[in-house]
């Protein structure tokens, strides 16, 4: 059973840099596609950027070119950094691992950009 514990969230004023850690326990951490999802108050939860098992990156239009995805397979972490920060990034951000069929989500992590 996967466990996804994420940190780095916290409060910037727009324009600022936050970094998003995703650490996951069990195995097989390679193989796994993760994902960066996040929910607004009042909103469905809404796809942020996505790494596959070769590194290959999506990302949504409202965060591209701001944000970057990564991982490190020897730590089995996930990142995402995220740059220019704007008021409309403000949510909760959730790490989504899927290893051949199996989903599991972290418990999210709050942003909030504000000035």
């Known amino acids: 059973q996967v466990q996804l514990v994420e940190s780095g969230g916290g409060s910037v004023q727009p324009g600022g840099s936050l970094r998003l850690s995703c650490a ?10 993760i994902s960066w999802y996040r929910q607004a108050p009042g909103k469905e939860r809404e796809l942020v950027a996505e790494i596959t098992t070769g590194s290959t990156t999506n990302y949504a239009d409202a965060v591209q ?4 995805i990564s991982r490190d397979n020897a730590k089995n ?7 220019s920060l ?3 990034d403000t949510a909760v951000y959730f790490c989504k ?3 051949i069929g199996t989903v599991t989500w972290g418990q999210g992590t709050q942003v909030t950009v504000s000035s």
């Open 97 to 99: 691992h899927r290893l």
């Open 65 to 68: 070119g701001r944000f970057t």
């Open 77 to 83: 972490t996930a990142y995402l950094q995220m740059n």
């Open 86 to 88: 704007k008021p409309e």
């Open 24 to 33: 996951a326990s069990g195995s097989f951490f390679s193989l796994s596609v």
